[in-house]
């Protein structure tokens, strides 16, 4: 097997499945309302309300997950500040203490978790439409295939046997447990750096400052921001610990010489795991990348050259450049 398919979302939009994450938050709205209000007033996303027929709420949500790394957490804290330690009140008691950062982790608990549910349920309700003859495509079965999606279109379209695609983010079933979903931001950049008392402070000056510091940040609330923190570990998609999860499988492509990347964006959050596939496969390999627009050639072009492809190695083609019908 000298092939390596890598499946993107465009591949399934290709064979008409309703599968981006538009959609997605059109299911949100319609059945986890909760979970699309979190991210209409804390994320700051597009209300798709009134849309659902129009072009443009095609692609106000495609940014999906690295938008998850824009969590307002100054929101969240606001929305629920009316929790926070008043141990000069009348009614305090000390386990107040902990009211505060209680809400914060019920928020990131349940939000994270129901998330996950929402798309696993989305993924499996997914119609597979009848298969239109003019966009079937011609895939080797005798391949490597990688698939970013967690879709059964590759076996329902073209039976290919399911040990021979790598799920490398899960694949849709009746849990959500191993579906991955979320930013490429390291979770550490999301802390808030400790405050520096200015330069040249005498002693007294210094106490002071130290003093004001301290007045603005309470127990209670610092051990709230603490709990919302846990958000944006949550939410990383940890890509390291992945691919070091799917050595074998990366070790094994390394006889590849031609890599068809499918309805692929080459986004940020997925730009690990192509390095790898570029370190790993023939460096004299070649490349057949997708494009929808001809405004993202450019951007599939420069992505794959920064990460060691020479550019002669590289042919930009049109997915329908690979239906049955433009091959025969």
């Known amino acids: 097997m000298k092939t390596l398919y890598i499946i993107g979302n465009g591949f399934d939009l290709h064979h008409n499945l309703q599968t981006d994450y538009n959609s997605f938050g059109l299911c949100l709205r319609s059945d986890f309302s909760e979970i699309y ?13 009134g849309l659902e027929s129009s072009e443009e709420h095609k692609h106000l949500w495609s940014q999906f997950e690295s938008d998850l790394a824009n969590l307002d957490s ?20 000390d386990r107040n203490w902990g009211d505060y950062s209680f809400e914060m982790k019920s928020f990131v608990d349940n939000f994270c978790t129901n998330l996950l549910i929402a798309f696993n349920e989305f993924i499996n309700s997914v119609d597979y439409p009848s298969l239109d003859e ?8 005798n391949a490597f295939y990688l698939s970013f999606n967690y879709t059964e279109t590759l076996q329902r379209y073209y039976q290919i046997e399911d040990s021979k695609i790598n799920y490398i983010h899960g694949r849709a079933s009746d ?17 808030e750096p400790e405050p520096i008392p200015p330069a040249y402070l005498t002693p007294e000056q210094l106490a002071m400052w130290e003093e004001s510091m301290s007045d603005q940040q309470d127990f209670s609330t610092q051990i709230a921001q603490d709990e919302l923190h846990r958000y944006f570990k949550n939410t990383f998609k940890p890509t390291t610990e992945i691919i ?10 390394s006889i590849v010489k031609k890599v068809y990347i499918l309805g692929h964006s080459l986004s940020d959050v997925d730009l690990p795991y192509f390095k790898k596939i570029i370190d790993q496969v023939d460096p004299n390999a070649r490349y057949f990348v997708t494009y929808f627009f001809d405004s993202e050639k450019s951007s599939r072009l420069d ?19 690979l239906s049955v019908d433009a091959l025969i």
């Open 244 to 253: 070091e999860k799917n050595e074998t499988f990366f070790k094994s492509i």
């Open 37 to 49: 209000e979190h991210l209409l007033d804390f994320f700051d996303f597009a209300d798709l309300e």
């Open 175 to 191: 849990t959500c447990k191993d579906i991955v979903l979320g930013h490429a931001i390291e979770p550490e950049n999301f802390i």
């Open 74 to 93: 100054d929101s969240v804290m606001d929305k629920f500040s009316h929790l926070v330690a008043d141990p000069g009140g009348a009614d305090f008691r």
């Open 134 to 141: 003019r966009v079937r495509l011609k895939l080797s079965k």
């Open 303 to 321: 992505r794959l050259i920064s990460l060691g492809v020479r550019e002669q190695n590289i042919k930009l083609i049109k997915m329908l450049s």
